[in-house]
């Protein structure tokens, strides 16, 4: 049984900064996946508009604006995912967009639930310590010593 409790003791010691790295890891390869996309649109718009108009079809939407939304989300969510800033709330625009496509445009695409997961991990657990968030709001938000009499 000693034999467990030494490297579990180890390994709990290094858990804060494990949960950073792991959630940078989730950050990076999320914004890489949403930058792209995002980019690409940008980089041939009439292609991208004509595909909302063709292909995805969203029901409630016109395409171009479906177009400018769905592309303003990637861009601006993933570069907030990059450096780790404002990144519960840049997940949940990923988060919604990602389900609007799974539930409308391309049911069933084991990627979208994969992103959804680590989407919904970012929420909750935030960009760790190794992000804007982390760094900023740590000292933002530090509780103050003083008593509430001084």
Do not use: C
Not at 51 to 78: C, H, M, N, R, S
Request: hydrophobic fraction near 55%.
């Amino acid at each position: 049984m000693n034999k467990l409790i030494a490297p579990m003791n180890w390994l709990m010691a290094r858990a804060p900064m494990l949960q950073s790295l792991i959630l940078l890891a989730i950050r990076l390869w999320l914004a890489n996946v949403f930058l792209r996309s995002g980019l690409l649109k940008l980089g041939s718009w009439e292609s991208t508009v004509s595909l909302f108009a063709t292909e995805y079809q969203l029901p409630f939407l016109p395409p171009e604006l479906a177009a400018v939304l769905g592309t303003i989300v990637e861009i601006g969510a993933g570069g907030l995912l990059l450096v780790g800033a404002l990144t519960p709330l840049a997940a949940l625009g990923l988060l919604v967009l990602t389900l609007t496509i799974e539930l409308l445009v391309y049911p069933g695409t084991n990627d979208h639930y994969h992103w959804m997961l680590l989407l919904g991990t970012l929420i909750a657990f935030g960009g760790g310590k190794l992000s804007f968030d982390g760094l900023f709001f740590s000292r933002l938000l530090k509780p103050s010593h003083k008593s509430q009499n001084e």
